[in-house]
């Protein structure tokens, strides 16, 4: 037991990004938790934890990324099993918040999925849920324990310096993004402009016009995730023909799911910046016009400071 009483901690990871618990445990100095995870014939998921984990502070590192249901269903089995062996504190990590894009009822008949991952979670006996940039920020009101909201806005921005760019402008690809690029605009000193589009289907997206003055500026584009890149592209297209001389994008969960890797590739858009939320699909490991950057120190030192009852909300002054 530590000088807090808080036992010792323990990191344990699905199957969904291993490499990333990996990277936080060498950032942590601690071993990655031994666990035997496989599939049944029949796809059952079977999960045994191999060490003693009776009064530890626990941590469950998986993003319920694609394949999302399996990975979900995984992080849910090993949180049982840990509670069923006795560990003091069980903190769910999940870098990517999956069906969080589903938060509210907004036409008859549907339901709120993120809010129902939420019951899950509790329910298979989570303690405390520790997450990177969710989709919305109310979802933490879904949770009856305690969560963590961290941000990868730090680590992209140092980045974007960086660069250097000259006339640089920071975009919102739509109007509930604004907050959200309005914050990364005012940490690198430029001015804001927003597109306003029209979503005609799921995942697909037609921009309309642009408010905001983007003529021969250097335009970057700033979302939560990136998934079909079929608004990214519209944005592209549309800052283009009003003028801006190149586009860049950054966000924090690369989905990237579907025609994305083919539409990254012919399109006119110069870079994509993310993190390694999501494991990056192999078609695009060696796309030059894609860069990924490491959330684990984010995460290790929020992991650490949770275990040592010290502030989380510090990381951000």
Known sequence: MDKNGNGKVLVFSGRANPELAEDICKYMNVPLGRSNIRDFA?????????????????????????????NLMEMLIMIDALKRSSAKRITAVLPYYGYARQDRKNEPRVPI????????LETAGTDRVLTVDLHAGQIQGFFNIPVDHLFAMNVLVKYIKELKLENLIVISPDAGGVERARAFAKRLGVSLAIIDKRRELPNEAKAMNIIGDVKGKVAF?????????????????????????EVHACCSHPVLSGPAADRITKSPIKSIVATNTIPLHDELKNNPKVKILSVAPLLGEAILRIHRETSVSSLFD
Do not use: C, H, W
Not at 221 to 245: P, R, S
């Open 42 to 70: 029949d796809q059952e998921i079977y999960v045994k934890i191999d060490e003693n984990v009776r009064g530890g502070d626990v941590f469950v590192i998986q993003s319920t990324s694609n394949p999302g249901n399996t």
């Open 113 to 120: 999925t993120s809010r129902l991952v939420a019951d899950l």
């Open 221 to 245: 584009i700033v979302d939560d995730m990136i998934d079909t890149a079929g608004t990214l592209m519209e944005a592209t297209n549309a800052l283009l023909e009003d003028g801006a001389k």
